[in-house]
């Protein structure tokens, strides 16, 4: 078989070629990964809103029969001023709003984010 350079599980080129600052189509369209989002939202933490650009993923998880979803807020001088980790936050798309926490800020800025329940995306 020949790997298709399109598979997410090809550690190939096009995953390393496109930044995470870089939004996709905040809508999904056909061809995106189901269960995601990647575009713009805004953050809620104590009274403060920030349009940050978010890239989540998620999925039901048999275990506990819940839906999990997670993924990361793009590097934001205000998020670092507003947020310790572990902070509880609103976060809000198109789609909707979910309660989530905030934790792991990485070397790049960018704060991994996540949630259970109904996700702040179409899932």
Do not use: C, K
């Not at 190939?12 to 939004?23: F, I, K, N, V, Y």
């Not at 934001?76 to 800020?105: I, K, W, Y």
């Amino acid at each position: 078989m020949i790997p298709d350079s399109r598979d997410p599980r090809d550690h190939g080129t096009w995953a390393s070629q496109r930044s995470l600052d870089e939004p996709r189509d905040a809508h999904p369209s056909e061809g995106s990964l189901p269960d995601s989002y990647d575009g713009p939202a805004t953050l809620l933490v104590g009274g403060a809103e920030l349009a940050v650009t978010v890239h989540l993923r998620g999925r039901f998880e048999p275990i506990d029969g819940r839906y999990h979803w997670y993924g990361r807020v793009a590097q934001h001088d205000d998020v670092d001023a507003l947020v310790a980790s572990g902070a509880p936050v609103v976060l809000r798309t198109p789609h909707g709003d979910a309660v989530g926490r905030l934790s792991d800020r990485d070397p790049w800025g960018r704060y991994r984010v996540g949630g259970t329940g109904r996700p702040p995306f179409d899932a």
